[in-house]
């Protein structure tokens, strides 16, 4: 059992730099953007369900129609056109400009981070090189990939409930309520996106600065709060090596594991 350090020796230990900072406004400034992009899909789907699919509907799996297969062929247009809407909405281009402002912005905090904390002790923190502008460009990759997907997931279960509500019976109410769980998912995936992306790319950016600074060491801080699962409150307090396969969390650094916001405060080497 690794030991945990108390205020004071910590406090010694990292020679009283400032606690290392966690960017929750840019984890909620995300979330927002990311939502923004959901509500543009939901509004789309809306107007194409609403257009297109209900006037085809009577009651559920009762189809207006003469003949069923010419009025099952209308829905499944209806729905192959909604598909293309949405997946259209949103450019390669603008999705990449978007995350862009965010991976940079995360960046430039994570600087920042170190630059404070490295200047109290009389060293200096890399800004920029080609190791840190090759990351950034793979997260901005990474980032506009999970948001392509996270709306294929999207338009892939709206096609399916739609369907089964027809199927069940349930009708135009059952289609919206449809729409509306669909929408509600994956607003919380596009939380949990800019949760996790917030907290690994912050979490590695500090921890490669830090240790071309001169630390070897880190000293893991949780939140400190009732969401902080077990294992990071038992990791809370103590010291951890940069790159360890036996240390932190199952090797991984504060902010590498899934949905987590610990930072590591670096122990520099003087």
Not at 67 to 73: A, E, I, R, T, Y
Not at 100 to 124: C, E, P, R
Not at 143 to 167: A, C, G, H, P, W
Request: proline share 3%.
């Amino acid at each position: 059992m690794v030991k945990k350090l108390t205020p004071d020796e910590i406090k010694k230990i990292t020679h009283g730099i400032p606690r290392t900072r966690y960017p929750w406004a840019l984890e909620t400034y995300y979330s927002r953007r990311i939502r923004t992009l959901v509500s543009g899909w939901h509004s789309i789907a809306k107007d194409f369900i609403t257009r297109l699919i209900n006037p085809q509907v009577k009651g559920g799996s009762q189809i207006l129609t003469d003949d069923n297969d010419d009025h099952s062929d209308d829905i499944a247009a209806a729905i192959a056109i909604l598909i293309a809407a949405i997946n259209n909405s949103d450019s390669d281009a603008f999705l990449s400009s978007m995350v862009m402002s965010y991976v940079h912005s995360v960046d430039t905090f994570s600087y920042k981070n170190i630059q404070a904390q490295t200047s109290h002790v009389g060293l200096t923190a890399i800004e920029h090189n080609s190791t840190i502008d090759d990351y950034t460009k793979m997260k901005i990759k990474e980032n506009v990939s999970l948001i392509k997907s996270m709306r294929s997931d999207f338009t892939e279960r709206l096609e399916k409930t739609i369907y089964q509500s027809i199927n069940d019976g349930g009708g135009v109410g059952s289609i919206a309520k449809a729409l509306t769980k669909t929408t509600q998912m994956t607003n919380n995936h596009a939380a949990l996106i800019a949760n996790d992306q917030t907290g690994k790319i912050l979490g590695q950016l500090d921890g490669y600065r830090a240790q071309r600074a001169g630390a070897s060491k880190y000293i893991w801080q949780s939140m400190e709060d009732a969401r902080v699962r077990p294992k990071h409150q038992a990791l809370d307090g103590t010291v951890q090596i940069y790159e360890d396969p036996d240390g932190g969390d199952d090797g991984m650094q504060p902010g590498e594991p899934i949905r987590c916001r610990c930072v590591a405060l670096s122990i520099f080497d003087l």
